[in-house]
């Protein structure tokens, strides 16, 4: 299989998409909805490029686009920098002073303020609904149908489902999600509006909120790692680091012979 | 679940004999029916009660987001109840171009509601629809099930006034 | 479907049809006991038809052919029939054997009818259809125009038998197809006859039927055969009359396409705003079942094919192949981003062959004639005929069948009748939404209609609704129609789509109210090519067609409302005030008479005047009046 990428032949195995494609051989691709750990949606359409195999050449999605035969493709011609730019600025009317946008925008010579803005503080990814499926536990979803798609929690209430694994938070090209720990809870905001509140558990040792209390049993079985025993810890982290390192330290000393120091007092 | 009992507990007029008798006899049970059986919920109850949804994800197994995601995405759902009479106008190209459009407004500002939208009194729902397939008798709205055919402003102030008096 | 069990016929008592040799027995049997002399008279109950009235028409008939009484021998069986095609002369009925054509029938008229037609062999002149600016009227249907220049294909059937009686429908031929296709095709030999025939999928997009079907059967694994009746191009109802019509037909050409594919499994998916159609399929299905032409062990012969209906739940997109397998899946109905064929992987993952409701009606009288003889009608690159749903500003609205490659004219002035009202014939709508605007009255009006043709031309065949547009439309308005027809319907997961359209739908309303700017226009051309271009399925990437084909051919329009803040055509309500011509206006009164806000003031046989602050510019004055003196200034 003879892959050409912007006139350079590069490597490629049969099936890979021509995103992995193009990272293994550093040519640059924007994405903007696509992480590798998850199935390609292809929605943004940023990553589009132009493909030729045989004689027909045409549009494809490069994050979802898998190469089975000799193909041409050009990422980077006048007309997918024309229309990425009306994407770039379409996006930002509804997400302004996204980091994210203002990037991409520089790169491809878009006006962030072509059109009036109206803050929906989000770009329609569709990340976090994918990753709330994958990991989380179903709590967000795109909502809705048409322009006024969403994303929303059922019947838009707090939801029952959230283990607060706070992947959404981290997956968010655009910073829209948050948490915060707050009255022994954690609450997920998603655009300004909670969607979850879980409560924290206390350390039995110090009292400090740490980690929420969650049944982790379905979310390792979606993850395929149904045999493992999920994890039930009484004590916080700091605390667990600490009762193993005074644990070490006593058997060390009970092993020499010598004073133990008080633990507790080491910076 | 705290918060579903707790919403069952709001509106109890939710019979799960009748659902049952949906999900299971009619359908089978199949997750793949499910959007056939929120119809049928839906005609049962004139919307789908939020209940009826919970139940629902729980006897099919599927997540709950996954069945508001499609009680949102299908315009012949409604999570709100209807009002008592329905007046579905249709949007079609064909009754657009003899002006629809405009009688939609007409409504709309009349009753103080959009499309889609019931009156606080319950009386009256608008709707629009795509295309009924009777573009020779256009404009053409549905009133209480029944087909106007050339319906006109006159004719729909007719069925304002009507609804308003019962 | 309990509102259609009583007019069903139970047929489960029935013997089981064993070979398909048997089947030619049923029917002679069927067709001994009916006299083709004996009168019928056949009353449409199409979704047109139903809509004013025909039901009750139906009704009157059968009470007054009971009433009547007299002779048993001329007695006429009143017969509820699919849609006749003549929708706009509804309610209608046939008078056979003598092929008497009765429009705009009232239950009132049904006692006169029995008395006068079936008993005394007279005319009822006032009930006959008269052409447009003809004298005499016409009382035959094979002299009407509008049914003389159509060639009947898909719809032999529809309008002639009752679509609740299967038998009905094996005496006028149904099934006889399959019976043919079991009785010794191959099928291979099957899938050849499509090729041959040149069928293309009535849908849309035009892919050839043959070579879909040939590789689905080629994929491993279990089969499905799914027909889409979720017709939702607003203005278009050829589908709905064909399911309505002649199931049969669509369950034969399943069952064809099924034992081409070697698939046990069907699936009907239609519009859930067609409940009169899903009434009919239910029908047939169980009358077909209980015959043994669809099931278990179909005709004695060791193919099965099993068939159900799933209705939609209201969404446009659901049209679009993916979305409509997810749909079936009971799912949400987008577009999967995948770029596999169905018929590799589609519904349940597995190989699906999914066809338009027209395109399986096509295959049943393919199989029975050969496929040359289907590609005696069309043209080269568009084999046979072609079902259009002819709406809009014209004369004649209705279903017509037509040959591919008839020319508009044919189909508008010819079939159609023109343009009423003695208005100037402007523009013809074709494809819905996905389509575009074709300019009339210039070289485009002898265009001959094909898939090429009309893609050539920036419109496309769609799935056949063909909208009539006169002078009186606004064609900025109507592309802001339909790309707000766009914006509800679009799925909203794809960037381009949903926010090209958000954009496009903005500014074309600011341009319809009279706030255009300079530079709008080439606004939405940049942003109809990046919809056009990098949508994700394939309500995206024709979406913005109304635009960019009204602004090609319509760029004056445009300009109009931009710069000069007027409608030409009187539509967009802030950029034009009606006005009575006081020469012409004779004071009749009826303007007066219609308008819902008391905006029209004057004395009898005095012109009226418009007080243009209460005016809400309904248009009934303009259209109600019979002297033309409403003017659009």
């Given at each position: 299989m003879k892959i050409v990428m912007d006139g350079k032949e590069v490597a490629a195995e049969r099936g890979q998409t021509i995103v992995e494609v193009a990272r293994r051989n550093g040519v640059y691709i924007p994405t903007?909805?696509?992480?590798?750990a998850l199935e390609p949606a292809?929605?943004?359409?940023?990553c589009t490029v132009e493909l030729a195999e045989g004689r027909r050449s045409r549009l494809v999605t490069a994050c979802n686009y898998p190469l089975r035969s000799d193909a041409e493709i050009h990422t980077d011609t006048p007309l997918l920098r024309q229309n990425r730019k009306v994407l770039i600025e379409l996006l930002a009317s509804r997400c302004p002073g996204s980091e994210t946008l203002r990037e991409l925008a520089e790169r491809y010579g878009a006006?962030?303020?072509?059109f009036p803005a109206e803050d929906r503080?989000?770009?329609?990814?569709?990340l976090c609904a994918r990753v709330c499926e994958r990991v989380g536990g179903n709590v967000l979803a795109l909502c809705?149908?048409?322009?006024?798609?969403r994303v929303d929690t059922s019947f838009g209430r707090?939801?029952?489902?959230?283990?607060?694994?706070?992947a959404c938070v981290q997956i968010c090209p655009v910073n829209a999600i948050r948490f915060e720990d707050v009255d022994g809870e954690r609450r997920v905001i998603v655009r300004g509006k909670e969607a979850s509140r879980v409560p924290l558990r206390r350390c039995t040792s110090c009292g400090a909120r740490f980690g929420p209390v969650i049944d982790l049993v379905p979310v390792l079985e979606r993850a395929g790692e149904s045999g493992v025993p999920p994890f039930?810890?009484?004590?916080c982290p700091a605390c667990s680091r600490r009762n193993l390192a005074r644990r070490l330290a006593e058997r060390h000393f009970e092993q020499h012979a010598v004073e133990p120091r008080d633990a507790g007092e080491e910076s | 679940m705290s918060e579903s009992e707790a919403i069952c507990c709001q509106e109890p007029e939710v019979d799960f004999v009748v659902l049952d008798r949906i999900i299971?006899?009619?359908?089978?049970?199949?997750?793949?029916k499910m959007i056939m059986m929120m119809q049928t919920i839906q005609r049962h109850y004139r919307y789908l009660p939020e209940p009826a949804l919970y139940y629902l994800a729980q006897v099919l197994g599927v997540p709950l987001t996954k069945i508001y995601e499609v009680a949102t995405f299908y315009?012949?759902?409604?999570?709100v109840p209807k009002g008592k009479h329905l007046l579905h106008v249709c949007t079609g190209t064909a009754c657009h171009l003899r002006g629809s459009g405009g009688m939609v407004r007409h409504v709309a500002a009349k009753l103080g509601i959009a499309p889609g939208g019931t009156t606080p009194d319950m009386k009256f729902t608008l709707e629009t629809v795509?295309?009924?397939?009777?573009?020779?008798?256009?404009?053409v709205v549905v009133y209480d099930d029944k087909y106007y055919p050339q319906a006109n402003v006159g004719k729909l102030n007719e069925f304002i006034e009507k609804a308003n008096a019962d | 479907m309990a509102t259609a069990t009583s007019v069903v016929p139970d047929l489960a008592w029935t013997k089981k049809?064993?070979?398909?040799?048997e089947l030619a027995d049923y029917r002679q049997a069927l067709l001994a006991g009916m006299d083709p002399d004996a009168p019928c008279i056949r009353v449409c109950c199409g979704t047109g038809c139903k809509a004013v009235g025909s039901l009750d028409v139906l009704e009157a008939m059968k009470a007054a052919v009971a009433a009547a009484?007299?002779?048993?021998?001329?007695m006429p069986e009143v017969k509820r029939t699919g849609c006749?095609?003549?929708?706009?002369?509804?309610?209608l009925l046939t008078f056979q054997p003598q092929g008497l054509f009765y429009q705009r029938?009232?239950?009132?008229d049904a006692a006169e009818i029995i008395q006068?037609?079936?008993?005394?062999?007279?005319?009822i002149p006032r009930l006959l259809y008269k052409p447009p600016g003809a004298k005499e009227p016409i009382a035959k249907v094979g002299d009407i125009p509008f049914f003389a220049k159509q060639t009947k294909v898909?719809?032999?059937r529809v309008g002639r038998?009752?679509?609740?009686d299967i038998r009905d429908a094996i005496a006028a031929g149904a099934y006889e197809g399959l019976a043919k296709v079991l009785s010794g095709m191959t099928p291979q030999q099957v899938i050849e006859e499509i090729k041959t025939s040149r069928l293309r999928g009535r849908?849309?997009?035009?892919?050839?039927t043959g070579i879909k079907w040939e590789s689905c059967a080629a994929q491993p694994g279990r089969h499905y055969v799914i027909c889409n009746?979720?017709?939702?191009?607003?203005?278009?109802f050829m589908d709905a009359s064909v399911m309505e019509g002649d199931p049969h037909a669509v369950l034969e050409g399943m069952a064809i396409a099924a034992y081409a594919m070697g698939s046990d499994r069907g699936f009907l998916y239609v519009r859930l705003e067609y409940p009169l159609a899903v009434q009919t399929l239910a029908a047939a299905i169980r009358q077909a079942e209980d015959l043994g032409?669809?099931?278990?062990?179909?005709?004695?012969?060791?193919f099965s094919f099993r068939t159900s209906i799933s209705t939609g739940a209201?969404?446009?997109?659901?049209?679009?192949s993916s979305a409509l397998m997810s749909s079936l899946e009971g799912k949400v109905g987008r577009p999967r981003a995948?770029?596999?064929r169905s018929t590799e992987k589609?519904?349940?993952?597995s190989p699906s062959n999914l066809n338009n409701v027209e395109t399986y009606a096509n295959v049943p009288a393919i199989i029975l004639r050969g496929g040359p003889w289907y590609t005696?009608?069309?043209?080269?690159?568009s084999a046979g005929t072609k079902v259009f749903s002819l709406t809009g500003n014209v004369h004649n609205v209705g279903l017509v069948e037509v040959p591919?490659?008839?020319s508009l004219r044919e189909i508008v002035y010819?079939?159609?009748g023109g343009i009423p009202n003695k208005k100037e014939l402007k523009a013809v709508q074709t494809g819905g939404p996905s389509g575009g605007c074709i300019p009339i009255?210039?070289?485009?009006?002898d265009i001959n209609v094909g898939f090429g043709k009309l893609a050539e031309i920036g419109s496309m065949m769609g799935s056949g609704g063909m909208i009539v547009m006169d002078e009186n439309t606004c064609m900025v308005e109507v592309s802001r129609y339909f790309i707000n027809f766009l914006v509800e319907?679009?799925?909203?997961?794809?960037?381009p789509c949903r926010e090209g359209l958000t954009r496009m739908k903005e500014t074309l309303t600011r341009i319809t109210v009279g706030e255009g700017r300079e530079g709008d226009i080439e606004m939405l051309e940049e942003i109809g090519t990046f919809t056009n271009s990098f949508s994700l399925c394939g309500l995206g990437t024709s979406a913005a067609n109304p635009v960019l084909s009204t602004i090609k051919y319509f760029r004056e329009e445009y300009d109009a409302h931009i710069h000069?803040?007027?409608?030409p055509a009187g539509?967009?309500?802030?950029l034009f005030y009606y006005e009575i011509d006081p020469e012409t206006?004779?004071?009749?009164?009826l303007c007066r008479k219609r308008c819902p806000a008391a905006a029209v003031e004057g004395e009898k046989k005095k012109p009226h005047t418009i007080h243009q602050e209460l005016?809400?510019?309904?248009m009934e004055c303009y259209r109600s009046c019979k002297f033309d003196s409403i003017r659009i200034k």
């Open positions: 903007l909805c696509h992480v590798p292809a929605m943004c359409r940023i006006d962030l303020n072509r503080q989000c770009i329609m990814c569709g809705g149908r048409g322009v006024e798609i707090l939801s029952p489902t959230c283990i607060a694994c706070t039930n810890a009484s004590v | 299971h006899e009619e359908f089978g049970g199949r997750r793949e315009a012949s759902f409604s999570l795509n295309c009924l397939g009777a573009c020779a008798v256009a404009p | 049809i064993s070979s398909p040799h009484g007299v002779d048993v021998k001329v006749h095609g003549f929708c706009s002369r509804g309610p029938v009232t239950p009132g006068k037609t079936a008993v005394g062999g007279e005319l898909v719809l032999q038998i009752d679509p609740f849908g849309g997009a035009g892919f050839p009746g979720d017709e939702g191009d607003p203005g278009a032409l669809i099931g278990r062990n179909i005709m004695g012969t060791d209201g969404a446009f997109v659901c049209g679009e995948k770029y596999i589609g519904f349940r993952d005696s009608y069309g043209t080269e690159r591919m490659g008839t010819g079939i159609g009255p210039s070289k485009f009006l319907e679009s799925c909203g997961q794809c960037t000069d803040k007027k409608c539509v967009c309500k802030p206006c004779t004071g009749c009164g005016c809400i510019k309904c």
